[in-house]
């Protein structure tokens, strides 16, 4: 198989994006002082969750907001962002199971196992609930962890995330189905794997990284059923050029109760959750889209008063 292959079915899946020290200068947002201030944690460790030592980091005070990054990622790359949602909230991202600063360990890659240690950790921290917003894989997990553990969940936002594996666009399925150890080799020069071996406790764990992201995708899955279960608010962020079927985002928001009828003219119909679509945004840049914090600070505050025609009339 070729390189080029190889890249482009690692692309498709998972967002191939390097931490933002890896980024050219010419594509890295301005940063304040106050914001590089922000970026460095109050707090940080490891914490051992089910036979695993799960890397912590928390930024900011406020309410609690469980931050939980993407394939092939880690916290870091939620660096562009991160300092907005730190000036309103206590941020406690996590690395996930074989990304960052956590080991991959023995133990078996899956979102159900992963939710359960997030509602772990953070019971460990402290915290009875927290808002959890997670991105691609990290919003799988966050969908897991609410259905496992809704009484540790206030809020929830995912972005990125399909509650199914035939929400993919159809040719992405077979690529999927390749993804493995075999693309290490090749992937030695980009900015995923070195953004990778500059924290991993075992980089020589990074082949078998794809190895479990490959066989975790090959399987099917479909929580449709868990959805509806939800009661806590929660929220669905893409980019309009993402790698979910439009349809697919609009019948998970239509599982949440969403997206059914029209909400009225006093409002009375209008669901507790919410759907953004952000445009020029794709999977890969998504999360890093200088709009994202305006879109999901309000609903993680609880805010849903806006101003009337008839208020704007009377003014």
Request: contains cysteine; glycine residues 8%; charged residues 20%.
């Amino acid at each position: 198989m070729s390189k080029t292959l190889l890249l482009a079915i690692l692309a498709s899946v998972v967002a191939l994006i390097a931490a933002p020290d890896a980024q050219c200068e010419e594509s890295k947002p301005a940063m304040t002082t106050e914001a590089k201030a922000l970026l460095k944690p109050e707090r940080s460790g490891l914490l051992p969750i089910d036979g695993l030592n799960y890397y912590f980091a928390i930024y900011g005070k406020g309410e609690p907001l469980l931050l939980l990054h993407g394939g092939l990622g880690s916290t870091d790359m939620f660096a562009p962002i991160l300092p907005k949602f730190a000036e309103h909230r206590t941020v406690i991202a996590v690395d996930l199971q074989g990304h960052g600063r956590t080991a991959l360990g023995e133990r078996a890659f899956g979102l159900e196992a992963m939710g359960n240690d997030m509602a772990a950790i953070v019971k460990a921290l402290g915290y009875d609930k927290v808002d959890v917003m997670g991105y691609s894989l990290g919003g799988g997990v966050a969908l897991r962890m609410a259905v496992q553990h809704p009484e540790a969940v206030r809020r929830l936002v995912m972005m990125s995330t399909g509650y199914a594996a035939d929400g993919f666009y159809d040719e992405m399925r077979p690529q999927q189905a390749q993804v493995s150890a075999a693309a290490a080799p090749f992937m030695k020069d980009t900015p995923m794997y070195k953004s990778y071996v500059a924290v991993a406790p075992k980089p020589e764990d990074f082949p078998k990284l794809l190895d479990a992201l490959g066989n975790f995708m090959r399987n099917d899955y479909d929580f449709s059923a868990d959805v509806p279960k939800l009661k806590m608010p929660v929220m669905l962020v893409y980019g309009d050029s993402d790698m979910y079927k439009p349809e697919h985002e609009i019948k998970f928001f239509q599982l949440l109760g969403g997206g059914l009828k029209d909400a009225g003219w006093m409002r009375e119909n209008l669901s507790q959750n919410r759907l953004a679509i952000l445009p020029n945004r794709t999977h890969y840049d998504v999360f890093l889209a200088p709009e994202l914090a305006a879109t999901t600070l309000p609903f993680l505050d609880g805010q849903t008063k806006v101003k009337t025609w008839d208020e704007m009339v009377n003014e």
